[in-house]
């Protein structure tokens, strides 16, 4: 299947799986087909920092521990974290926006010295839908929620953030083009959402206006991981 590098370079992988073996096998069957690796907390966690540079073998490394602490907590991870030069890191807004600043701050330090790292910051769970916030005491639509943090991100110097693909275009009219949606919560046509409650199709999401589709399950579960994302790359170039 030919497939135009600058949509498969489009395509992030979560790596959710519990042992560095199975995360390498994954990386190896579709290292060269998609642009990037996500590390997050269960690997991360499972296998620590040394890791990072073991996927960075078959490609650009997201990762992805969602930092939500006082600034000065927050600023201190980093400096931790940074000499992995990850290509994305996230953080989580609602830590504020001194945490926000400090962290981009952090970064821009690191970019000044030579490294690639891009600072996200998380706006509202793909999983929680209205009735979930409702619960934790918002009143207001996860969309516009995830727009005005986006915002927020924005002014505290983020580079992006991660936001469902049903925002992406919102946060492109807001923020600009150079301000990356990166959109978590993709499911194929028909296929079950799981934890998710804000889900779109690759095609869709892409017509959304998201920067990067983050996939998991759909991919890592399949029988034949290489034929799944396969599928999604060629969803993604009908967008
Ligand atoms: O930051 C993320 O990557 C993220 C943010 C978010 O709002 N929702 C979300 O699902 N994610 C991540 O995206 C991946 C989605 O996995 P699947 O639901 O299996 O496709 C997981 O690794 C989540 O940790």
Do not use: Y
Request: hydrophobic letters at 50%.
């Amino acid at each position: 299947m030919t497939i135009d590098p600058s949509v498969a370079a489009k395509l992030v992988v979560a790596l959710d799986v519990p042992s560095a073996g199975e995360a390498l096998d994954l990386a190896a069957k579709l290292k060269g087909r998609v642009g990037m690796f996500k590390v997050g907390l269960e690997l991360f966690c499972a296998e620590g920092p040394a890791f990072v540079r073991e996927v960075q073998k078959a490609g650009p490394v997201f990762l992805d521990l969602k930092l939500h602490d006082i600034p000065n907590t927050v600023a201190r991870a980093l400096e931790a974290l940074l000499p992995l030069d990850p290509s994305l890191l996230t953080i989580h807004t609602q830590g504020g926006p001194a945490m926000m600043e400090a962290a981009a701050e952090a970064v821009r330090a690191h970019r000044q010295r030579g490294g690639r790292t891009r600072l996200l910051g998380v706006t509202i769970l793909t999983s929680l839908g209205p009735e979930a916030l409702a619960r934790l005491g918002s009143t207001a639509e996860p969309g516009d929620l995830a727009l005005h943090l986006a915002r927020l991100a924005k002014d505290c110097g983020c580079d992006g953030v991660v936001c469902s693909a049903r925002e992406a275009a919102a946060v492109r009219a807001a923020c600009g083009e150079a301000f990356h949606r990166l959109t978590p919560g993709i499911r194929p046509g028909g296929v079950a959402a799981q934890d998710q409650a804000r889900v779109v199709t690759p095609a869709q999401a892409l017509r959304e206006g998201a920067t990067w589709l983050v996939v998991g399950r759909p991919i890592t579960q399949a029988p034949d991981p290489a034929a799944a994302a396969d599928a999604i790359l060629r969803d993604m170039a009908t967008a």
